[in-house]
């Protein structure tokens, strides 16, 4: 019999058998869950100890089948987010999911595609691949919006990292507050006397670039400012001295930088300025809204936000397990908040009235 046993996995029967007791009882402790009567506290341990000598391992497969539930969390990535260039910015996220769903009790199931060239679906042949799964973190900014309307129309429970708005469908996301972070950013640098701040954002109408334009008004409004423009960066390397010194002439003391996609423009209005004749932050000041990567040359001490990406994930987790412990539960959205970073790129202006 104990040759048997080592050449085919133990079920539930030879656990029944070396405790002592009925598959029924085995069942209820393993699962959890108590039956018509309360089994005795040696008897369970009685049960435990037979796992563990037989080295049982509960069938996935057939425990999703009884309950609807398999305990995995899958987590989808609409682009690559493993690459040294995205690596920096994608990882805390992926930590705090990873670390969430560890300690909740579930395991994750990571969904690709093969082949670099192939696009990424997340209805493979028509059906929702998503489904071996509870439920589904989703995170990347090259989204398909068509796809998260189907996910919605399904009733498939996901959760995604970053503000999404999709027409006719409200989906569950965690999102950094952006609009916060930002009127904070520059109610900051007109406590430092700055009175013309510039905005550089980058082109489009995705969710976070609309979130920091709200909070860049928001913060104008609260310092009482007047706008001075808005200038759009398509590609960092237009940053040149002419226009940033033509800036400068214009009484502009301050720059508050949306990260663009390779998340340099802050890096080249500073070489920009610094070329035109302007130190940073003795001549003007820089803000950038988020987080700069470690990649970034040079590297400087920004006056930033810090986006918690790590919490971002564990709460994106602890949303997705809520929608699936709560029957019919409605889209619900979280925003968390950003800690402003002081840092060193940006100063009172000279001879300018400070406020507190």
């Not at 929702?128 to 429970?157: I, Q, T, Y």
Request: hydrophobic share 40%; aromatic share 6%.
């Amino acid at each position: 019999m104990a040759e048997e046993r080592k050449r085919r996995r133990p079920t539930q029967i030879d656990i029944a058998r070396q405790a002592g007791v009925s598959q029924a009882t085995v069942s209820q402790v393993i699962n959890g869950v108590s039956g018509d009567y309360q089994i005795a506290p040696a008897t369970r341990q009685r049960v435990l100890d037979a796992v563990r000598e037989l080295g049982y391992v509960a069938n996935p497969v057939a425990r999703s089948l009884k309950s609807g539930r398999n305990q995995m969390l899958g987590l989808y990535t609409f682009e690559a987010v493993f690459p040294t260039d995205h690596r920096d910015f994608y990882h805390p996220f992926l930590q705090g999911v990873e670390a969430e769903a560890a300690e909740r009790g579930y395991d994750l199931v990571l969904f690709t595609s093969a082949g670099a060239a192939r696009e990424r679906g997340l209805f493979a042949g028509g059906a929702n691949r998503l489904k071996v799964a509870d439920g589904c973190v989703l995170l990347g900014r090259h989204l398909r919006r068509a796809e998260l309307a189907r996910l919605a129309e399904e009733d498939f429970p996901f959760v995604f990292i970053g503000r999404r708005e999709i027409e006719g469908a409200r989906i569950s996301y965690v999102a950094a507050d952006y609009a916060t972070a930002t009127s904070r950013i520059v109610t900051e640098l007109a406590g430092l006397g700055h009175r013309r701040i510039r905005y550089l954002k980058v082109p489009g109408n995705a969710e976070p670039t609309r979130d920091r334009s709200s909070g860049f008004r928001r913060g104008l409004e609260q310092a009482g400012l007047d706008p001075v423009g808005v200038h759009l960066v398509a590609d960092p390397g237009e940053l040149r001295p002419g226009l940033v010194r033509g800036w400068l002439d214009d009484g502009v003391t301050a720059f508050v930088v949306e990260p663009t996609e390779d998340d340099r423009a802050a890096a080249a209005l500073c070489a920009a300025a610094e070329e035109a004749g302007a130190a940073v932050p003795a001549d003007c000041s820089v803000a950038v809204l988020g987080d700069p990567p470690s990649y970034c040359s040079p590297p400087r001490d920004w006056m930033r936000f810090a986006i918690p990406r790590e919490q971002m994930g564990r709460d994106a987790v602890d949303l997705l397990i809520g929608l699936l412990n709560t029957p019919d539960a409605e889209a619900h959205t979280l925003l968390v908040p950003c800690a402003f970073i002081r840092g060193a790129t940006a100063a009172a202006v000279p001879g300018g009235e400070r406020r507190s």
